[in-house]
Protein backbone atom coordinates (compact mmCIF):
# COMPACT_ATOMS: atom_id res chain seq x y z
CA UNK A 1 0.00 0.00 0.00
CA UNK A 2 2.57 2.22 0.95
CA UNK A 3 4.99 1.02 -2.15
CA UNK A 4 2.27 1.96 -4.36
CA UNK A 5 1.33 5.33 -2.97
CA UNK A 6 5.57 5.64 -3.47
CA UNK A 7 5.39 5.09 -7.16
CA UNK A 8 2.32 7.00 -7.64
CA UNK A 9 4.36 10.43 -5.75
CA UNK A 10 7.17 9.58 -8.55
CA UNK A 11 4.93 9.32 -11.19
CA UNK A 12 3.18 12.47 -10.35
CA UNK A 13 6.62 14.24 -10.28
CA UNK A 14 7.87 12.87 -13.06
CA UNK A 15 4.24 14.28 -14.96
CA UNK A 16 5.34 17.34 -13.47
CA UNK A 17 9.14 17.76 -14.79
CA UNK A 18 7.69 16.74 -18.11
CA UNK A 19 5.05 19.60 -17.84
CA UNK A 20 7.88 21.97 -16.84
CA UNK A 21 9.50 21.26 -19.77
CA UNK A 22 6.69 21.81 -22.40
CA UNK A 23 5.91 24.91 -20.85
CA UNK A 24 8.75 26.44 -19.97
CA UNK A 25 10.80 25.50 -23.37
CA UNK A 26 9.20 27.82 -25.53
CA UNK A 27 10.13 30.47 -23.35
CA UNK A 28 13.76 29.62 -23.00
CA UNK A 29 13.45 28.80 -26.57
CA UNK A 30 12.42 32.90 -27.08
CA UNK A 31 15.38 33.73 -24.93
CA UNK A 32 17.91 31.55 -26.43
CA UNK A 33 17.07 32.83 -29.72
CA UNK A 34 17.00 36.46 -28.99
CA UNK A 35 20.90 35.98 -29.17
CA UNK A 36 21.43 34.42 -32.14
CA UNK A 37 22.97 36.57 -35.14
CA UNK A 38 20.61 37.80 -36.58
CA UNK A 39 21.33 37.26 -40.08
CA UNK A 40 21.75 33.27 -39.77
CA UNK A 41 18.60 32.02 -40.37
CA UNK A 42 19.42 28.62 -38.29
CA UNK A 43 17.51 28.93 -34.97
CA UNK A 44 19.42 27.64 -31.96
CA UNK A 45 18.29 25.57 -29.25
CA UNK A 46 19.87 26.74 -26.52
CA UNK A 47 21.92 29.33 -25.33
CA UNK A 48 25.00 29.03 -27.11
CA UNK A 49 25.61 32.04 -28.88
CA UNK A 50 25.36 35.36 -27.62
CA UNK A 51 24.46 38.17 -29.64
CA UNK A 52 23.97 41.02 -27.52
CA UNK A 53 23.35 43.50 -30.01
CA UNK A 54 20.08 42.65 -30.83
CA UNK A 55 18.88 44.20 -27.98
CA UNK A 56 20.45 47.20 -29.32
CA UNK A 57 18.83 46.77 -32.59
CA UNK A 58 15.27 45.99 -30.66
CA UNK A 59 14.95 49.03 -29.20
CA UNK A 60 16.92 51.43 -31.76
CA UNK A 61 15.54 50.16 -34.88
CA UNK A 62 11.84 51.18 -33.63
CA UNK A 63 11.01 53.87 -31.19
CA UNK A 64 10.61 51.21 -28.37
CA UNK A 65 11.16 53.86 -25.38
CA UNK A 66 8.64 56.23 -26.71
CA UNK A 67 6.37 53.09 -27.21
CA UNK A 68 7.80 51.93 -23.48
CA UNK A 69 6.86 55.19 -21.98
CA UNK A 70 3.19 55.80 -23.52
CA UNK A 71 2.49 51.85 -22.24
CA UNK A 72 3.72 53.12 -18.94
CA UNK A 73 0.68 56.11 -18.92
CA UNK A 74 -1.52 53.66 -19.33
CA UNK A 75 -0.33 51.37 -16.21
CA UNK A 76 -0.69 54.43 -14.45
CA UNK A 77 -3.95 55.02 -15.67
CA UNK A 78 -4.77 51.60 -15.05
CA UNK A 79 -3.29 51.14 -11.54
CA UNK A 80 -4.97 54.15 -10.36
CA UNK A 81 -8.22 52.80 -11.41
CA UNK A 82 -7.89 49.61 -9.73
CA UNK A 83 -6.09 50.42 -6.30
CA UNK A 84 -8.01 53.98 -5.83
CA UNK A 85 -11.54 53.15 -7.43
CA UNK A 86 -12.33 49.60 -7.32
CA UNK A 87 -10.93 49.75 -3.81
CA UNK A 88 -13.02 52.49 -2.41
CA UNK A 89 -15.84 51.45 -4.58
CA UNK A 90 -15.70 47.64 -3.24
CA UNK A 91 -15.43 48.78 0.29
CA UNK A 92 -18.76 50.48 -0.12
CA UNK A 93 -20.54 47.81 -1.30
CA UNK A 94 -18.95 45.87 1.71
CA UNK A 95 -19.31 47.77 4.36
CA UNK A 96 -21.20 50.48 4.18
CA UNK A 97 -25.09 50.46 4.93
CA UNK A 98 -27.36 52.22 2.60
CA UNK A 99 -30.32 52.31 0.45
CA UNK A 100 -30.23 51.22 -3.07
CA UNK A 101 -26.69 49.83 -2.53
CA UNK A 102 -28.65 45.68 -3.07
CA UNK A 103 -29.87 47.70 -6.04
CA UNK A 104 -26.36 48.82 -7.34
CA UNK A 105 -24.66 45.72 -6.92
CA UNK A 106 -26.80 44.29 -9.30
CA UNK A 107 -25.08 46.59 -11.63
CA UNK A 108 -21.91 45.50 -11.07
CA UNK A 109 -23.24 41.75 -11.31
CA UNK A 110 -24.86 42.75 -14.50
CA UNK A 111 -21.56 44.35 -16.05
CA UNK A 112 -19.88 40.76 -15.07
CA UNK A 113 -21.84 39.34 -17.37
CA UNK A 114 -20.99 41.42 -20.45
CA UNK A 115 -18.81 40.22 -22.84
CA UNK A 116 -16.01 42.95 -23.39
CA UNK A 117 -16.42 43.60 -27.09
CA UNK A 118 -19.95 44.51 -26.14
CA UNK A 119 -18.45 47.39 -24.06
CA UNK A 120 -15.01 48.18 -26.49
CA UNK A 121 -17.03 48.16 -29.53
CA UNK A 122 -19.63 50.80 -29.14
CA UNK A 123 -17.23 52.95 -27.30
CA UNK A 124 -15.46 52.61 -30.25
CA UNK A 125 -17.92 53.39 -32.23
CA UNK A 126 -19.74 56.33 -29.62
CA UNK A 127 -15.94 58.03 -29.75
CA UNK A 128 -15.25 58.02 -32.93
CA UNK A 129 -18.50 59.66 -33.15
CA UNK A 130 -17.75 62.61 -30.63
CA UNK A 131 -14.55 62.59 -32.25
CA UNK A 132 -12.52 62.60 -28.88
CA UNK A 133 -10.39 59.68 -30.18
CA UNK A 134 -6.56 59.47 -29.88
CA UNK A 135 -7.13 61.12 -26.06
CA UNK A 136 -5.94 59.24 -22.92
CA UNK A 137 -9.11 60.43 -21.71
CA UNK A 138 -11.20 57.55 -22.31
CA UNK A 139 -9.26 55.69 -20.53
CA UNK A 140 -8.79 57.44 -17.89
CA UNK A 141 -12.81 57.40 -17.89
CA UNK A 142 -13.22 53.65 -18.16
CA UNK A 143 -10.61 53.57 -14.82
CA UNK A 144 -12.70 55.83 -12.75
CA UNK A 145 -15.44 53.89 -13.63
CA UNK A 146 -13.81 51.29 -11.97
CA UNK A 147 -14.11 47.20 -13.40
CA UNK A 148 -16.82 44.70 -11.77
CA UNK A 149 -14.50 42.22 -11.94
CA UNK A 150 -12.28 44.48 -9.13
CA UNK A 151 -14.89 45.78 -7.24
CA UNK A 152 -16.53 42.19 -7.12
CA UNK A 153 -13.20 40.73 -5.93
CA UNK A 154 -12.55 43.67 -3.16
CA UNK A 155 -16.37 43.07 -1.84
CA UNK A 156 -15.83 39.37 -1.44
CA UNK A 157 -12.54 39.99 0.11
CA UNK A 158 -14.20 42.91 2.75
CA UNK A 159 -17.41 41.06 3.32
CA UNK A 160 -15.12 38.72 5.77
CA UNK A 161 -13.98 41.60 8.22
CA UNK A 162 -16.10 41.85 10.99
CA UNK A 163 -18.26 44.16 11.92
CA UNK A 164 -16.78 46.01 14.88
CA UNK A 165 -13.66 46.61 12.99
CA UNK A 166 -15.48 49.74 11.45
CA UNK A 167 -17.23 50.77 14.86
CA UNK A 168 -13.71 50.78 16.65
CA UNK A 169 -12.70 53.06 14.08
CA UNK A 170 -15.64 55.38 14.63
CA UNK A 171 -15.26 55.70 17.83
CA UNK A 172 -11.81 56.42 17.66
CA UNK A 173 -12.80 59.42 15.81
CA UNK A 174 -10.31 58.45 13.27
CA UNK A 175 -11.37 60.17 9.17
CA UNK A 176 -12.18 58.46 6.82
CA UNK A 177 -8.98 58.45 4.53
CA UNK A 178 -7.53 57.70 7.50
CA UNK A 179 -9.18 54.44 8.56
CA UNK A 180 -8.10 53.05 5.19
CA UNK A 181 -4.96 53.93 4.77
CA UNK A 182 -4.22 52.62 8.28
CA UNK A 183 -6.52 49.72 9.11
CA UNK A 184 -8.22 48.36 5.85
CA UNK A 185 -5.17 48.14 3.23
CA UNK A 186 -3.14 46.59 5.80
CA UNK A 187 -5.98 43.85 6.33
CA UNK A 188 -6.09 43.44 2.50
CA UNK A 189 -2.32 42.94 1.65
CA UNK A 190 -2.78 40.28 -0.32
CA UNK A 191 -5.89 41.21 -1.93
CA UNK A 192 -4.16 44.89 -2.60
CA UNK A 193 -1.30 43.32 -4.66
CA UNK A 194 -3.50 41.05 -6.28
CA UNK A 195 -5.17 44.29 -8.10
CA UNK A 196 -2.05 45.91 -9.02
CA UNK A 197 -0.49 42.69 -10.42
CA UNK A 198 -3.88 42.51 -12.35
CA UNK A 199 -3.99 46.06 -13.36
CA UNK A 200 -0.49 46.45 -14.73
CA UNK A 201 -0.70 43.26 -16.23
CA UNK A 202 -3.94 43.76 -18.26
CA UNK A 203 -2.71 47.57 -19.28
CA UNK A 204 0.71 45.58 -20.09
CA UNK A 205 -0.53 43.09 -22.70
CA UNK A 206 -3.49 45.51 -23.97
CA UNK A 207 -3.31 45.95 -27.56
CA UNK A 208 -7.11 46.13 -28.83
CA UNK A 209 -7.80 49.19 -26.26
CA UNK A 210 -4.91 51.58 -27.97
CA UNK A 211 -5.20 49.95 -31.20
CA UNK A 212 -8.79 51.20 -31.72
CA UNK A 213 -8.82 54.61 -29.34
CA UNK A 214 -5.19 56.04 -29.98
CA UNK A 215 -2.66 56.47 -33.08
CA UNK A 216 0.62 55.75 -33.79
CA UNK A 217 2.42 58.18 -31.98
CA UNK A 218 0.42 57.31 -28.71
CA UNK A 219 0.69 53.30 -29.48
CA UNK A 220 2.04 51.35 -26.25
CA UNK A 221 4.52 48.48 -27.11
CA UNK A 222 1.71 45.72 -27.12
CA UNK A 223 -0.06 47.11 -30.12
CA UNK A 224 3.56 48.56 -31.98
CA UNK A 225 4.38 45.01 -31.78
CA UNK A 226 1.56 43.10 -33.17
CA UNK A 227 2.94 43.70 -36.59
CA UNK A 228 6.25 42.80 -37.86
CA UNK A 229 8.31 45.42 -37.47
CA UNK A 230 11.71 44.56 -37.15
CA UNK A 231 12.63 43.86 -41.04
CA UNK A 232 16.02 44.72 -43.51
CA UNK A 233 15.28 48.53 -44.21
CA UNK A 234 15.17 47.61 -47.75
CA UNK A 235 14.13 44.60 -47.98
CA UNK A 236 10.52 44.83 -45.96
CA UNK A 237 9.88 40.71 -46.29
CA UNK A 238 12.94 39.68 -44.34
CA UNK A 239 11.71 39.87 -40.82
CA UNK A 240 15.03 39.80 -38.46
CA UNK A 241 13.45 37.07 -36.31
CA UNK A 242 16.57 37.48 -33.69
CA UNK A 243 15.61 41.32 -33.10
CA UNK A 244 11.74 40.70 -33.09
CA UNK A 245 12.61 37.84 -30.65
CA UNK A 246 14.45 40.02 -28.48
CA UNK A 247 12.06 42.88 -28.47
CA UNK A 248 9.29 39.89 -26.72
CA UNK A 249 11.76 39.36 -24.62
CA UNK A 250 12.23 43.12 -23.64
CA UNK A 251 8.39 43.14 -23.39
CA UNK A 252 7.71 40.41 -21.64
CA UNK A 253 10.20 40.18 -18.88
CA UNK A 254 8.86 43.00 -16.44
CA UNK A 255 5.90 40.55 -16.20
CA UNK A 256 7.50 37.99 -15.41
CA UNK A 257 9.86 39.58 -12.75
CA UNK A 258 6.40 41.06 -11.48
CA UNK A 259 4.74 37.92 -11.12
CA UNK A 260 8.02 36.59 -9.25
CA UNK A 261 7.45 39.12 -6.65
CA UNK A 262 3.72 38.63 -6.52
CA UNK A 263 2.91 35.16 -6.57
CA UNK A 264 2.85 34.62 -2.62
CA UNK A 265 0.16 37.52 -2.86
CA UNK A 266 -1.89 36.07 -5.88
CA UNK A 267 -2.37 32.83 -4.31
CA UNK A 268 -3.09 34.49 -1.10
CA UNK A 269 -5.29 37.06 -2.82
CA UNK A 270 -7.64 34.29 -4.52
CA UNK A 271 -7.84 31.85 -1.35
CA UNK A 272 -8.86 34.72 0.79
CA UNK A 273 -11.32 36.98 -1.80
CA UNK A 274 -13.52 33.35 -1.68
CA UNK A 275 -13.48 33.58 -5.15
CA UNK A 276 -13.13 29.19 -4.76
CA UNK A 277 -16.24 29.19 -4.64
CA UNK B 1 -28.45 63.17 22.26
CA UNK B 2 -27.23 59.48 21.77
CA UNK B 3 -29.78 58.91 19.13
CA UNK B 4 -29.06 61.86 17.07
CA UNK B 5 -25.33 61.09 17.15
CA UNK B 6 -26.44 57.54 15.66
CA UNK B 7 -28.95 58.85 13.07
CA UNK B 8 -26.12 61.11 12.04
CA UNK B 9 -23.54 58.86 11.53
CA UNK B 10 -25.81 56.81 9.78
CA UNK B 11 -26.98 59.39 7.43
CA UNK B 12 -22.78 60.37 7.24
CA UNK B 13 -22.87 56.39 5.82
CA UNK B 14 -25.51 56.65 3.21
CA UNK B 15 -23.45 60.13 1.93
CA UNK B 16 -20.03 58.33 2.31
CA UNK B 17 -21.90 55.20 0.73
CA UNK B 18 -23.06 57.48 -2.69
CA UNK B 19 -19.84 59.71 -2.93
CA UNK B 20 -17.93 56.51 -3.20
CA UNK B 21 -20.38 54.71 -5.60
CA UNK B 22 -21.01 58.34 -7.37
CA UNK B 23 -18.13 57.49 -10.40
CA UNK B 24 -19.35 53.42 -11.01
CA UNK B 25 -22.68 54.73 -11.49
CA UNK B 26 -22.33 58.21 -13.30
CA UNK B 27 -19.63 56.78 -15.86
CA UNK B 28 -21.67 53.63 -16.68
CA UNK B 29 -24.33 55.46 -17.42
CA UNK B 30 -21.71 57.65 -19.56
CA UNK B 31 -19.52 55.97 -20.91
CA UNK B 32 -21.45 52.45 -20.99
CA UNK B 33 -24.89 52.68 -21.31
CA UNK B 34 -25.11 55.38 -23.74
CA UNK B 35 -22.35 53.62 -25.96
CA UNK B 36 -24.32 50.59 -25.88
CA UNK B 37 -27.88 52.40 -26.75
CA UNK B 38 -26.21 54.34 -29.16
CA UNK B 39 -24.52 51.03 -30.75
CA UNK B 40 -27.67 49.72 -30.38
CA UNK B 41 -29.39 52.35 -32.46
CA UNK B 42 -26.71 52.38 -35.35
CA UNK B 43 -26.81 48.78 -35.76
CA UNK B 44 -30.16 49.79 -37.13
CA UNK B 45 -28.59 51.90 -39.75
CA UNK B 46 -25.97 52.60 -42.91
CA UNK B 47 -23.47 54.25 -40.90
CA UNK B 48 -19.75 54.22 -42.15
CA UNK B 49 -18.32 56.39 -39.36
CA UNK B 50 -18.64 59.72 -41.66
CA UNK B 51 -22.31 60.17 -41.85
CA UNK B 52 -23.39 60.28 -38.30
CA UNK B 53 -25.38 63.77 -39.08
CA UNK B 54 -27.06 61.57 -42.06
CA UNK B 55 -27.50 58.50 -40.89
CA UNK B 56 -30.18 56.27 -42.61
CA UNK B 57 -32.46 53.66 -40.61
CA UNK B 58 -32.29 50.25 -42.39
CA UNK B 59 -34.79 48.45 -39.97
CA UNK B 60 -33.31 44.91 -39.31
CA UNK B 61 -30.91 44.86 -42.51
CA UNK B 62 -28.28 44.52 -41.16
CA UNK B 63 -28.88 41.57 -39.17
CA UNK B 64 -30.30 39.90 -41.86
CA UNK B 65 -27.23 40.46 -43.57
CA UNK B 66 -25.54 38.75 -40.60
CA UNK B 67 -27.77 35.71 -41.52
CA UNK B 68 -26.92 35.72 -45.11
CA UNK B 69 -23.25 36.53 -45.30
CA UNK B 70 -21.71 33.56 -46.06
CA UNK B 71 -18.29 34.63 -44.56
CA UNK B 72 -20.38 35.46 -40.91
CA UNK B 73 -22.20 32.40 -40.49
CA UNK B 74 -19.15 29.94 -41.75
CA UNK B 75 -16.47 31.90 -39.48
CA UNK B 76 -19.27 31.31 -36.46
CA UNK B 77 -19.58 27.85 -37.26
CA UNK B 78 -15.65 27.92 -37.10
CA UNK B 79 -15.51 29.62 -33.81
CA UNK B 80 -17.72 27.01 -32.43
CA UNK B 81 -15.88 24.10 -33.66
CA UNK B 82 -12.29 25.98 -32.29
CA UNK B 83 -13.95 26.74 -29.17
CA UNK B 84 -15.17 22.78 -28.50
CA UNK B 85 -11.57 21.94 -28.75
CA UNK B 86 -9.46 24.86 -26.79
CA UNK B 87 -12.13 25.66 -24.01
CA UNK B 88 -12.35 21.38 -22.32
CA UNK B 89 -8.64 21.21 -23.41
CA UNK B 90 -8.16 24.46 -21.50
CA UNK B 91 -10.53 22.99 -18.58
CA UNK B 92 -8.41 19.64 -18.55
CA UNK B 93 -5.26 21.30 -18.62
CA UNK B 94 -6.03 23.72 -16.15
CA UNK B 95 -7.36 21.30 -13.68
CA UNK B 96 -4.74 18.33 -14.60
CA UNK B 97 -1.99 20.22 -13.90
CA UNK B 98 -3.56 21.62 -10.18
CA UNK B 99 -4.49 17.84 -9.54
CA UNK B 100 -0.51 16.97 -10.22
CA UNK B 101 0.48 20.06 -8.08
CA UNK B 102 -1.46 19.15 -5.37
CA UNK B 103 0.01 16.34 -4.94
CA UNK B 104 3.79 17.97 -4.92
CA UNK B 105 4.74 18.83 -1.21
CA UNK B 106 8.40 19.52 -2.69
CA UNK B 107 8.78 22.18 -4.98
CA UNK B 108 5.41 22.87 -5.35
CA UNK B 109 6.26 26.88 -5.67
CA UNK B 110 9.01 25.96 -8.22
CA UNK B 111 6.35 23.81 -10.88
CA UNK B 112 3.29 26.51 -9.78
CA UNK B 113 5.54 29.05 -10.77
CA UNK B 114 6.55 27.55 -14.21
CA UNK B 115 3.39 25.81 -15.23
CA UNK B 116 1.32 29.41 -14.43
CA UNK B 117 4.10 31.55 -16.29
CA UNK B 118 2.46 31.00 -19.74
CA UNK B 119 -0.75 32.42 -18.60
CA UNK B 120 0.49 35.98 -17.87
CA UNK B 121 2.91 35.89 -21.33
CA UNK B 122 1.71 38.84 -23.01
CA UNK B 123 -0.77 37.83 -26.22
CA UNK B 124 1.31 39.83 -28.66
CA UNK B 125 4.61 38.24 -27.42
CA UNK B 126 3.41 34.70 -27.16
CA UNK B 127 2.02 35.04 -30.62
CA UNK B 128 5.29 36.24 -32.23
CA UNK B 129 7.17 33.58 -30.30
CA UNK B 130 4.60 30.79 -31.76
CA UNK B 131 4.92 32.15 -35.17
CA UNK B 132 8.52 31.13 -35.11
CA UNK B 133 8.63 28.14 -33.50
CA UNK B 134 5.57 26.92 -36.05
CA UNK B 135 7.76 27.97 -39.30
CA UNK B 136 8.08 25.31 -41.52
CA UNK B 137 11.92 25.13 -42.71
CA UNK B 138 13.94 26.61 -39.88
CA UNK B 139 11.08 26.26 -36.71
CA UNK B 140 11.79 24.65 -33.58
CA UNK B 141 8.57 22.25 -34.08
CA UNK B 142 10.14 20.94 -37.00
CA UNK B 143 13.33 20.23 -35.59
CA UNK B 144 11.40 18.18 -32.46
CA UNK B 145 9.54 16.02 -34.71
CA UNK B 146 12.44 15.69 -36.96
CA UNK B 147 14.07 13.44 -34.32
CA UNK B 148 11.68 11.39 -34.54
CA UNK B 149 11.93 10.85 -38.39
CA UNK B 150 8.91 12.67 -39.28
CA UNK B 151 8.57 15.33 -42.16
CA UNK B 152 8.52 18.85 -41.36
CA UNK B 153 5.16 20.18 -41.14
CA UNK B 154 3.82 23.04 -42.81
CA UNK B 155 2.03 24.92 -39.73
CA UNK B 156 1.57 27.83 -40.61
CA UNK B 157 -0.26 26.90 -44.01
CA UNK B 158 -3.79 25.83 -44.79
CA UNK B 159 -4.21 22.11 -43.52
CA UNK B 160 -2.77 22.71 -40.34
CA UNK B 161 -2.89 26.06 -39.03
CA UNK B 162 -6.11 24.95 -36.69
CA UNK B 163 -3.80 22.54 -35.20
CA UNK B 164 -0.84 25.14 -34.56
CA UNK B 165 -3.67 27.65 -33.23
CA UNK B 166 -4.79 25.11 -30.81
CA UNK B 167 -1.42 24.26 -29.70
CA UNK B 168 -0.47 27.55 -28.99
CA UNK B 169 -3.83 27.97 -26.84
CA UNK B 170 -3.54 25.08 -24.95
CA UNK B 171 0.06 26.25 -23.88
CA UNK B 172 -1.28 29.43 -22.69
CA UNK B 173 -4.29 27.86 -21.18
CA UNK B 174 -2.70 27.89 -17.27
CA UNK B 175 -4.72 30.94 -15.92
CA UNK B 176 -7.27 28.78 -13.87
CA UNK B 177 -4.37 26.78 -12.14
CA UNK B 178 -4.67 29.20 -8.77
CA UNK B 179 -7.83 28.70 -8.61
CA UNK B 180 -8.14 25.22 -9.28
CA UNK B 181 -5.31 24.59 -6.69
CA UNK B 182 -6.66 26.63 -4.16
CA UNK B 183 -10.09 24.93 -4.62
CA UNK B 184 -8.25 21.52 -4.59
CA UNK B 185 -6.23 22.77 -1.02
CA UNK B 186 -9.85 24.00 0.31
CA UNK B 187 -11.38 20.38 0.18
CA UNK B 188 -11.56 19.10 3.54
CA UNK B 189 -9.05 15.98 4.31
CA UNK B 190 -11.94 14.23 6.53
CA UNK B 191 -13.69 13.54 3.43
CA UNK B 192 -10.82 11.40 1.71
CA UNK B 193 -10.22 9.68 5.00
CA UNK B 194 -14.30 9.07 5.40
CA UNK B 195 -13.75 7.35 1.95
CA UNK B 196 -11.09 5.39 2.48
CA UNK B 197 -12.20 4.11 5.65
CA UNK B 198 -15.09 2.89 3.03
CA UNK B 199 -12.54 1.42 1.03
CA UNK B 200 -13.53 3.76 -2.08
CA UNK B 201 -10.20 3.80 -4.82
CA UNK B 202 -8.50 6.42 -5.98
CA UNK B 203 -10.90 6.97 -9.29
CA UNK B 204 -14.15 6.50 -6.57
CA UNK B 205 -12.61 9.26 -4.88
CA UNK B 206 -11.68 11.68 -6.98
CA UNK B 207 -15.35 10.96 -9.25
CA UNK B 208 -17.18 11.42 -5.99
CA UNK B 209 -15.21 13.68 -3.79
CA UNK B 210 -12.67 15.83 -6.01
CA UNK B 211 -14.86 16.68 -8.83
CA UNK B 212 -17.81 17.58 -7.29
CA UNK B 213 -16.23 19.74 -4.69
CA UNK B 214 -14.40 21.60 -7.09
CA UNK B 215 -17.42 21.59 -9.60
CA UNK B 216 -18.37 25.21 -8.88
CA UNK B 217 -15.13 26.17 -10.24
CA UNK B 218 -15.21 24.10 -13.28
CA UNK B 219 -18.19 25.81 -13.88
CA UNK B 220 -16.60 29.22 -13.11
CA UNK B 221 -13.93 28.42 -15.97
CA UNK B 222 -16.26 27.21 -18.63
CA UNK B 223 -18.38 30.03 -18.13
CA UNK B 224 -15.37 32.10 -18.53
CA UNK B 225 -14.17 30.09 -21.33
CA UNK B 226 -17.41 30.16 -23.61
CA UNK B 227 -17.49 33.84 -23.24
CA UNK B 228 -13.43 34.20 -24.34
CA UNK B 229 -13.56 31.47 -26.90
CA UNK B 230 -16.61 33.17 -28.79
CA UNK B 231 -14.32 36.49 -28.76
CA UNK B 232 -11.06 34.51 -30.13
CA UNK B 233 -9.78 36.84 -31.89
CA UNK B 234 -6.26 37.99 -31.63
CA UNK B 235 -4.16 34.30 -31.63
CA UNK B 236 -5.46 33.40 -35.23
CA UNK B 237 -4.43 36.92 -36.58
CA UNK B 238 -0.55 36.84 -34.79
CA UNK B 239 -0.42 33.49 -36.31
CA UNK B 240 -1.75 34.89 -39.95
CA UNK B 241 0.44 35.54 -42.55
CA UNK B 242 1.53 39.14 -43.95
CA UNK B 243 2.33 42.64 -41.92
CA UNK B 244 -0.72 44.76 -41.85
CA UNK B 245 -0.64 44.25 -37.71
CA UNK B 246 -4.27 43.61 -36.53
CA UNK B 247 -6.32 43.90 -39.64
CA UNK B 248 -3.74 40.70 -40.60
CA UNK B 249 -6.43 38.17 -42.78
CA UNK B 250 -5.87 34.71 -40.95
CA UNK B 251 -6.40 31.38 -43.01
CA UNK B 252 -9.00 30.43 -43.52
CA UNK B 253 -9.32 27.32 -40.93
CA UNK B 254 -8.78 30.12 -38.39
CA UNK B 255 -11.06 32.72 -39.41
CA UNK B 256 -13.19 33.64 -37.00
CA UNK B 257 -16.36 35.69 -36.36
CA UNK B 258 -14.33 38.57 -34.30
CA UNK B 259 -11.86 38.62 -37.00
CA UNK B 260 -15.08 39.30 -39.69
CA UNK B 261 -16.04 41.55 -37.22
CA UNK B 262 -13.37 43.46 -37.02
CA UNK B 263 -12.13 43.44 -40.66
CA UNK B 264 -15.98 45.15 -40.93
CA UNK B 265 -15.34 47.98 -38.60
CA UNK B 266 -11.94 48.57 -38.38
CA UNK B 267 -11.24 47.47 -42.16
CA UNK B 268 -14.11 48.92 -43.71
CA UNK B 269 -15.90 51.39 -41.73
CA UNK B 270 -19.09 48.99 -41.98
CA UNK B 271 -20.04 50.18 -38.37
CA UNK B 272 -23.61 49.54 -38.99
CA UNK B 273 -22.94 45.75 -40.19
CA UNK B 274 -19.88 44.68 -37.58
CA UNK B 275 -21.73 46.16 -34.98
CA UNK B 276 -24.69 44.16 -35.82
CA UNK B 277 -22.59 41.16 -36.04
CA UNK B 278 -21.51 42.03 -31.93
CA UNK B 279 -24.91 42.28 -31.12
CA UNK B 280 -25.61 38.84 -32.83
CA UNK B 281 -22.71 37.17 -31.01
CA UNK B 282 -23.22 38.94 -27.58
CA UNK B 283 -26.64 37.18 -27.64
CA UNK B 284 -25.27 33.96 -28.79
CA UNK B 285 -23.23 34.16 -26.48
CA UNK B 286 -25.63 35.42 -23.14
CA UNK B 287 -28.05 32.05 -23.97
CA UNK B 288 -25.18 29.85 -24.40
CA UNK B 289 -24.43 31.05 -20.92
CA UNK B 290 -27.94 30.87 -19.49
CA UNK B 291 -28.03 27.25 -20.89
CA UNK B 292 -24.66 26.02 -19.58
CA UNK B 293 -26.12 27.88 -16.32
CA UNK B 294 -29.19 26.06 -16.38
CA UNK B 295 -27.28 22.99 -16.61
CA UNK B 296 -25.80 23.54 -13.07
CA UNK B 297 -28.32 21.54 -10.88
CA UNK B 298 -27.27 18.60 -12.41
CA UNK B 299 -23.47 18.74 -12.26
CA UNK B 300 -22.98 21.27 -9.88
CA UNK B 301 -22.27 20.88 -5.98
CA UNK B 302 -22.31 23.75 -3.61
CA UNK B 303 -21.78 22.92 -0.33
CA UNK B 304 -23.84 25.46 1.57
Known amino acids: MNRKKEIRKYLAYAFLVALSVVFLYPLIFLAANSLRPYINKKPVIFFTEWHVENYYFAVAMIPFFKYLLNTMKLVVISVFGSLVMDFLMGYAFARLRAPGREMLFKLVLLQLMIPYIAIQIPQFVWYNTLGLMDTYWIFILNALGGSAYNIFLVKQFMSSFPRELDDAAKVDGCGFLRMIAQIVIPLSKPLYALLFFNAFVAAWNDYMGPQMFLTGDKFPLATAMFGNIYFLPDKPEIILEPVLMAACVLFTLPVIILFFFFQKYLVQGIVTSGLKG | ?304
Open chain 2, 1 to 304: MAEKRFWNAKRREIALFYVLVAPFVILFIATKLVPFVNGLYLSLTNYTGYNYDRVEFVGVNNYQRVFTDAQAMSSLGRTFLIGCITVPLGLIVGLGCALLLNKARKGLGVFRTIIYMPSIIPTVAAGLMWRIIFNANEGLLNKFLGIFGINPVNWLGYDHILAALVIMMTWGSTGGLLLNLAALQGIPNELYEAAALDGAGGWKKFTKITLPMISPILFFNLVMGIIGGFQLYAQPVLLAPGSNGVLNLPLKPTYTYMVHAYQQILGYSRFGYGLAMMWVLVFIINILTVIVTKTQKYWVFYSD
